[in-house]
């Protein structure tokens, strides 16, 4: 791979390019994340719970928070990494918009999330695997039937972004191929896969061998499709990485899941008490003048970011040739060492026993499999059967951009999994006790 194909500012879709005079000195990959930022799906993300439920009366992380904080940290990854690449003696002339990129993808590697944090997917997998959904097999392909036991948020947030729903424009959002290569973790189809991980749907597989043709994303695979990634991508990892490792456990302390003491030597740990002496000096003096101890957790978290954003730009310059051979498979913040390492160890089982099974945690999480699996399996009953007259009323709940033309069954089943995985917590909640008729409009 090399960057003058990997940076790209060609557009998904038909409509032809604008003017360079027309853009009020935005550059291409500005557009994209301003394209992001203004949409309804980015905005509905702060009714998405992250891990914690929302909403409560101390504020803690949504979707929208979360992604907003990885864009800030993407940002400055993606630009050290420009300024490194010049150093090496890149000419690209669009090195210095790593970091506008980066961001972009940020802002939309959480936009294909269902609600209900981590589990969402869980329980859209769950409704196929487990539930009425499991009865749908026969009447789809291997390929079609695992996009959906596997129910990947990240293939579904490149279809958010690519796919032209009813009424929309040919190319969905019409970003930049480099923007949409930067969000794909996982850059192969579902069958095949080793856990439930991958990258694109039968429905934008040609389109995402597009992109790979046109940034020069080696193929490695035929069957299963698959390719590298594109090295982008693991800055837009590491900026979530290292984010949600943090951020929980900065949440976790406000709600009194983890106490102070115990977070403070967490974060603490991440410096070495000989070559971060100055580090650690600077943290004691500020809190000598800061005592609010929210503040002080929030400025031992930014130094820790700080610390583990320079280490993954390390990481990521070693590895260099390796990422850009396709042979590295592995993420960044997995292979920084010393301090940081034996901090980031344990701090992750701790989130695992702390935070991930905390009680208000599983609460939402068992809510949202039972909510997500009646919604899928009464609109899904409808768009098979949409004569019945309970599947016209149903049908005409649903928004008008997912009720196409869909030919096949695979189509019709997917427009459900894109209208109920685009809702709020609340909504989805409001529109399940609907109609299970235990809340019903003008009647208290």
Known sequence: MNWNKLISTRRLGSLPPTDASDLYNRTQFQRDYDRMIFSSPFRRMQNKTQVFPLPGSIF????????????SVGRTLG????????KKGEDHPLLAELGAVVSAGCLAHDMGNPPFGHAGEEAISNYF???????????LTEAEWTDFTYFDGNANALRLLSHQFKGRRDGGFALTYTTLASIVKYPYES???????????????????????????????????????????????????ICYQIMDMEDAHKLKIVPYDTVIELFRNFFDKEQDKSILSKIDQNFKIVTDRNEQVAYLRASVINKLVKECVEVFDSNMDAIMAGTFNTALIKKVTGSSKVAMDAI????VE??????????????????LGTLLDEFINAVLAPKAGLSRRLLSLMPEQYTGDHQTDYEKIQSVIDFVSGMTD??????????????LPGIG
């Open 191 to 241: 069958i095949g896969v080793s856990k439930p991980k991958f990258g694109f749907f039968q429905s934008e597989k040609d389109l995402y061998k597009g992109i790979a043709e046109e940034l020069g994303l080696d193929q490695t695979g035929d069957n299963p499709l698959r390719f590298v990634r594109h090295p982008l991508v693991y800055m837009v990892e590491a900026a979530d990485d």
């Open 79 to 86: 630009s050290m990494l420009g300024e490194r690449l010049r």
């Open 348 to 351: 992750v089982p701790l989130s």
């Open 354 to 371: 702390k935070i991930y099974r905390d009680r208000s945690v599983i609460e939402i999480e068992v809510a949202g499999y039972k909510i």
């Open 426 to 439: 609340l909504f989805a909640l409001d529109l399940y006790r609907k109609i299970k008729g235990i809340n």
């Open 60 to 71: 803690v992380h949504n979707r929208l928070t979360h992604s907003l904080e990885v864009a």
């Open 129 to 139: 695997t487990a539930g009425h959904g499991r009865q749908l097999k026969s009447m």
